[in-house]
């Protein structure tokens, strides 16, 4: 199964497309991951249509069986909270027009599947993605880690 993990946001959107195997010890292959950064001197208009452009491109060529999106949860920032709303909303829109199963985790939740440890710091999420992966190198944007270690959340919450 193909899981696309999400981490949005309306400057960078990380990206990360795992593939797991039922019922084998086999860890997950990470098939691609990345970003899609946005222009911040562009109309946020402009943004959201890269973001939906960058993402159908993904979607098509990739083909996903999933996705797990993180959900918006609490932002000290109150400037960006609704920017990236709005881009979350484009995200959810391109699964739902490919008709991508969409699922939602919270970033305490992510920490507590992938550590146990709902307020792990992200040192200790890096370290458990590459466990998780069987790697010893890690893309170095952080939105990117945040997706991977969304996939990794749903495949280990759906049990795959």
């Known amino acids: 199964m193909k899981i696309l993990g999400i981490d949005p946001g309306m400057a960078i959107v990380g990206y990360g497309l795992i593939e797991t195997f039922a019922n084998s010890d086999k860890p997950p292959i990470l098939l691609t991951s990345g970003s899609v950064q946005t222009d911040k001197k562009l109309d946020d208009s402009k943004r959201l249509l890269e973001i939906f452009s960058d993402l159908s491109q993904l979607v098509e060529t990739y083909k996903p069986d999933c996705a797990s999106v993180e959900q918006l949860f609490f932002f000290k920032n109150q400037k960006t909270v609704i920017p990236v709303a709005e881009?979350?909303?484009?995200i959810l829109t391109v699964l739902e027009k490919y008709g991508i199963p969409a699922f939602s985790y919270t970033p305490m939740e992510v920490k507590q599947v992938l550590t146990g440890y709902g307020r792990a710091e992200k040192k200790e999420v890096e370290q458990m993605v590459k466990i998780s992966l069987g790697v010893d190198e890690l893309p170095k944007l952080d939105?990117?880690?945040?997706?991977?270690?969304?996939?990794i959340?749903?495949?280990?919450?759906?049990n795959i």
């Open 87 to 90: 881009a979350r909303g484009v």
């Open 143 to 151: 939105d990117t880690v945040d997706a991977i270690a969304i996939a």
């Open 153 to 158: 959340c749903h495949s280990r919450s759906m």
